[in-house]
Each structure stands twice: as structure tokens, then as C-alpha cells.
């Protein structure tokens, strides 16, 4: 994969709705993979406005959204028995290991998934 793509999570996405400036810095101009779990994760949060729903799916449709296929199915499996983290975590980092990107993120307990380049941010 090209260095310019990155996979991003849930975390990232809101701050940038959020208004978060370093976020939009960071990610822009690259190519970003969003897991579908970070997805439904946005589009299913409670009170979002029919604006910030559009707003969002104009977003994600310009991001790769990635589905659970075999293999990140498998990888979720293992990194579930080995660290203990939330199912969602687990597969969104599983997502970035298997397309070897590194995975932009605000949660610091993606740090615990060894096999992971997680980036995180603190802002």
C-alpha cells in the first residue's frame, strides 16, 4: 500500500465533525480506509441530525470502507483470544494489519495490539 494511505477509526472520525483542525491537518490529501464497523458505529449514533447524517455519508462515500472478510475475520479471532480487546476494536485493528497500514486513531488502547502501526493521537 502507498504511504499515503492510512485506515481510521471511529475516534478520528467524530473529532474531525467535531471541528478537531490537527485532525483534518492529518488526514488530508491521503487515502483512508475506514473500517465498516467504524461506519455503523458514526451513522448509528443516537440524536445525529439529518444534516451531520448527510454530512457523514458524503464523507465515508469518498473513504474505502472496508467489509469482514476471511482473513480480517481470522485476524479479529486472534487478536480477541490474544489481547482482550472490544469486538470492534479488534476489528478495525485487524483491518489496518491486514492491508499493512497504520491505524490513525484518539484511543490509546489500540496500543496493547502489538502486531498494529497505531498512531495515536493527542490533541
Known amino acids: 500500500m502507498s504511504g499515503d494511505s492510512i485506515v ?10 467535531n471541528g478537531v483542525d490537527e485532525v483534518h491537518q492529518l488526514i488530508d490529501g491521503r487515502n483512508l480506509f475506514v473500517s465498516i464497523i467504524s461506519e455503523i458505529e458514526v451513522l448509528s449514533f443516537p440524536g445525529l441530525s439529518i444534516t451531520d447524517n448527510d454530512l457523514l455519508r458524503d ?8 467489509d469482514i ?5 481470522e485476524l479479529t479471532i486472534k487478536l480477541r483470544s490474544q489481547t482482550k480487546i472490544k469486538l470492534p476494536d ?3 485493528a485487524a483491518t489496518a494489519i491486514y492491508y499493512d497500514l497504520p491505524l490513525f486513531t484518539m484511543d490509546k488502547g489500540f496500543k496493547r495490539v502489538a502486531d498494529l502501526q497505531a498512531v495515536i493521537l493527542a490533541v
Open 8 to 17: 481510521i477509526d471511529t475516534s478520528l472520525i467524530i473529532n474531525l465533525f
Open 59 to 66: 464523507f465515508l462515500s469518498k473513504c474505502h470502507i472496508v
Open 69 to 73: 472478510e476471511p482473513a480480517i475475520k
Open 90 to 92: 479488534a476489528v478495525i
